[in-house]
């Protein structure tokens, strides 16, 4: 199992000098199956470059798992460029948000005032499945969802491949359920897990959906992931408060190996 970070913002897109090295796109993690297919966690504004290399690359499909509909996990997405070829197929899975269906949901995001093109117009085959607690397999790999703690209904995803597995969880706030979503988490090979605030900021936050430097450190403990990978990088964090919000992740856990998520970041699970 491979997997790419094409994004990992969150809230809103963050371009400038102040997030060149970490990045200022939104969710979004490509992943490749040992049986060759494509996955797609979640659909920020990273998934524009991806989209670019896909198409590059001749893929006549995808599976897009999307944790929840806030923009940050969607925005990106019609400018996926293989969404324009008719040949194309997305599948794309997720929670059923509150208000209607997903497919429902999320064509209004897609469609005008909010997009110049009309949701039925786009050429590509795109299919919808619900997901809530569920287990499935895509191209080799078994894909277990639950929901999580968040605004509004919200999974995280867990992929196994045989022994290897990779835990995504980039919403979450365990500050208020310190269970949420252990079950995907606990024992993975790698965690990418929100880790958006410092303790400071979280006291104006609580119930926002995103989780402190402590409470991350308590969930990586109780988890105890091969590789802990902070995500959903705060908008106000720079390169450099960002490192420091390490350091101190990697106090508080006694793990010095705690990783910041970067554009452009690989890893590989074996
Ligand atoms: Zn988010
Ligand atoms: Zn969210």
Known sequence: MRAKIWGCRGSLATPGEATV?????????????????LVILDAGTGIRALGHKVHANGARDADLLLTHLHLDHVEGLGFFEPLFDPEFTLRVWGPRPDGGPLQQQLSVYLSPPFFPMPFDEIP???????VERDRWTIAGMTVTTAPVHHRGPTVGYRLEEGARSMAFIPDNEPGLDPESGLELAGGAEVLFHDAQYTEEEYKTRVGWGHTSLPDY??????????????FHHDPE???WQ?????ALACELTGRDEIELAHEGMSVTIE
């Open 124 to 130: 590509a085959t795109i299919e919808f499945t619900e």
């Open 242 to 246: 960002l490192e420091e919000m390490r």
């Open 217 to 230: 450190a308590r969930y990586v403990t109780a988890a105890a992931p091969g590789r802990a990978v902070m």
């Open 21 to 37: 090295r970490y990045g200022g796109n939104t969710s979004c993690v490509e992943l490749h199956a040992p049986g060759g297919g």
């Open 237 to 239: 964090h720079s390169d």
